[in-house]
């Protein structure tokens, strides 16, 4: 056996229904309404039988960090389900943000001004005026993609202001090795002094603390499909 996912058909339709259910039992305890939380399925690098599962539960919210991978994958399945969501959670290049723009209706990862610049020219390229999410980098940690907290307040008005972006939201990927709770306060309040309605956090190990501090995204991959095959 290799670490690759083997979940069947009916383990993904159980891991749903308890990710779901946990996500029910978080917002109620937090006196959240459950709807405002949207459960986007993570499905890098797992096999597209377990993309069907989930498609066929019903599920219409994914989350992919490649641009090649999901080209890969979705443009025939997008042609299946016309009202898939398919997001880009994932550090973008600049040399792929032309195909990024086809492919996925929101982009969760903008996160520097040549991207930003990139992006709306693509956008307007293609007539395509997606939702995007600026990423934050709230651990300021090196070898992660996010604009710093500081820098955050000039970058989403830069985003709006001069280029026009439709900013919807804020997502931040905390460091592993520390409490995510401080991190998702502190992506909260960057996202109320702004006027941002939209928080993307939280993934399998923390999606319930993110619920709490007011997620309206979680982005689970692991705990619905099983383990990833390797990069
Ligand atoms: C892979 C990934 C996830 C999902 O992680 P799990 O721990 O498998 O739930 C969430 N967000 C981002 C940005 C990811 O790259």
């Known amino acids: 056996m290799t670490a690759e996912s083997d979940a069947s058909a009916s383990d993904i339709a159980a891991n749903f229904e308890e990710i779901e259910g946990r996500i029910r039992e978080a917002a109620e305890k937090w006196e959240r309404n459950a709807a405002d939380v949207n459960l986007i399925a993570v499905s890098k690098r797992q096999p597209v039988t377990a993309v069907e599962a989930?498609?066929?539960?019903?599920?219409?919210?994914?989350?992919?960090?490649?641009v090649q991978e999901a080209q890969e994958?979705?443009?025939?399945l997008k042609a299946r389900y016309p009202d898939i969501e398919?997001?880009?959670?994932?550090?973008?290049?600049?040399?792929?943000a032309k195909d990024a723009v086809v492919l996925f209706d929101v982009i969760e990862t903008v996160d520097r001004p040549k991207l930003a610049h990139v992006l709306a020219k693509e956008m307007k390229a293609a007539g395509r005026d997606l939702p995007v999410y600026i990423q934050v980098n709230t651990g300021k940690e090196e070898q992660k993609?996010?604009?710093?907290?500081?820098?955050?307040?000039?970058?989403?008005?830069?985003?709006?202001?001069?280029?026009?972006?439709?900013?919807i939201g804020l997502m931040c990927i905390p460091p592993v090795e520390e409490q995510p709770a401080p991190h998702f306060a502190?992506?909260?309040?960057?996202?109320?002094?702004?006027?941002?309605?939209?928080?993307?956090?939280?993934?399998?190990?923390?999606?319930?603390t993110a619920v709490q501090f007011g997620?309206?995204?979680?982005?689970?991959?692991?705990?619905?499909f099983g383990a990833r095959s390797a990069p």
């Open 86 to 96: 398919l997001h880009l959670i994932g550090p973008l290049q600049t040399n792929k």
């Open 145 to 167: 993609a996010g604009v710093f907290p500081e820098d955050a307040d000039r970058f989403i008005k830069e985003c709006r202001d001069d280029l026009a972006l439709n900013v």
């Open 73 to 76: 994958k979705w443009p025939d």
């Open 186 to 208: 502190l992506l909260g309040k960057i996202a109320a002094r702004n006027g941002l309605s939209r928080l993307s956090m939280g993934m399998s190990a923390d999606f319930e």
């Open 54 to 66: 989930a498609l066929s539960g019903g599920h219409r919210l994914f989350g992919e960090n490649r």
């Open 215 to 224: 997620a309206t995204s979680v982005r689970v991959g692991t705990a619905l």
